[in-house]
C-alpha cells in the first residue's frame, strides 16, 4: 500500500512506480524491440547463406529453411549474448551502442538515424584552472 505522504487530497497517487514505462521482457531477456533486431540481423544472415546453398544445391526450399534456422539460432544465441552484454546497464544501452558505432564507422548514414547528436569526441580530458582562480 502506498504511503500516507504519497497520496494526494484527492485519493491520486502522487508517484510512479520505477518500472512503470520499460518494455516487457519477452524471450530471453530481450524486449520486443531488440527481439526484433535480433531476429531480423539473423533473418538477413540466414537470406545470404542460403542463397548460394539454394544455388549449389538446385533445391528453393534451403532459402526459408536457412532463414527459419538462422532466426531460431539467433534469438537463442544472440538474445543470451545480448542478455549479458545489457546486465546492469541503462535501457537504453543497447540502442545508444548502435547509433555510437554507426556515428564512428559511417557518418553519412548516422546523420539519418541520429548519430550526428552523439559526442564522439576520445581523449584525455583536463580541467583547466587557474591559481588565482582556486584562491578565492
Known sequence: ?????????????????????????????LTADELWICSGLSAVVGFVAGVPLAWATHSVAMVPTLIVAGVAAGVFGGGGFLRRQKRGRPDIWLYR???????????????WLGGHRLITRSGYWTTRRSRGAAAS
Open 1 to 29: 500500500m502506498a504511503a500516507l505522504n504519497d497520496i494526494a487530497r484527492d485519493g491520486l497517487v502522487t508517484f510512479l512506480p520505477h518500472r512503470l514505462n520499460r518494455q516487457p521482457v519477452v524471450v530471453r531477456g
Open 97 to 111: 551502442q548502435l547509433q555510437w558505432r554507426l556515428a564512428l564507422r559511417h557518418p553519412l548514414a548516422a546523420s
